[in-house]
């Protein structure tokens, strides 16, 4: 099981540009969730989707879009790219909300110019 | 007040030492605790879950929950080098879905 896949691994952006970014998980897990980490923020929530077909905004979802393609894969938006948005993106997956521990992929490094 | 708090460190301990990371929460509904370690550059790894007050013991990990004082712990018994990482805090807030951080504690252990 490769567990929770991201691509890209690093991205560098312009002003106003957009991009997605993609996840994949294969452990048959209900739920999926997009965090950014910032130093001295730690991990924020940004969209999760508690399953297929459900999201739900977290605590900075502004600026940002997702969609739950299917029960394997989440991606995350970003319309317009902003300096503020430069950070590392950890996508995660669990079996249901509000229980168990959430298995995170290997990270996004994005910065934006 | 944060809604889960950590001394951010760093934590310095001698190889063969036992390490004792400490984590409060204000939520007092939370009933879910996660620790995970994160090495530098490297994404979250989830180590222990406890759910109940008490010890809960892996391998050389302890978790400690103690649900009146909000306070959840984890202990890791000789301490390798390989075990110098940031430790991250975790339960669910607001009896929502959140998964709320703290922003970790670095652990050093040194030869």
């Known amino acids: 099981n490769a567990g929770v896949t991201q691509t890209p691994k690093f991205q560098v952006l312009k002003t106003g540009q957009s991009m997605t970014l993609q996840c994949a998980q294969d452990?048959?897990?209900?739920?999926m969730y997009w965090y950014r980490q910032d130093p001295g923020m730690g991990l924020r929530l940004i969209y999760y989707?508690?399953?297929?077909?459900?999201?739900d905004k977290g605590e900075v979802p502004n600026g940002y879009n997702v969609s739950r393609l299917n029960k394997r894969e989440f991606s995350l938006r970003l319309e317009s790219a902003a300096p503020s948005q430069t950070s590392v993106y950890f996508c995660a997956s669990s079996e249901a909300t509000k229980t168990g521990g959430q298995y995170f992929g290997p990270g996004t490094r994005l910065t934006v110019t | 007040q944060k809604e889960v708090e950590q001394n951010s460190g760093p934590l310095s301990v001698p190889e063969g030492a036992i390490a004792s990371l400490n984590c409060t929460y204000s939520d007092r509904v939370s009933q879910s605790f996660f620790w995970y370690r994160q090495y530098s550059g490297k994404s979250p790894e989830l180590i222990m879950s406890i759910y109940s007050n008490g010890d809960k013991e892996d391998g050389r990990f302890t978790a400690q929950l103690n649900k009146a004082s909000q306070y959840v712990s984890l202990l890791i018994r000789d301490s390798q080098p390989s075990d110098s990482a940031t430790y991250l805090c975790?339960?669910?807030?607001?009896?929502?879905?959140?998964?709320?951080f703290g922003t970790g504690t670095q652990l050093k252990v040194e030869l």
């Open positions: 989707s508690a399953s297929e077909g459900t999201t």
């Open positions: 975790a339960t669910f807030t607001g009896g929502g879905n959140k998964l709320t």
């Open positions: 452990m048959n897990h209900n739920s």
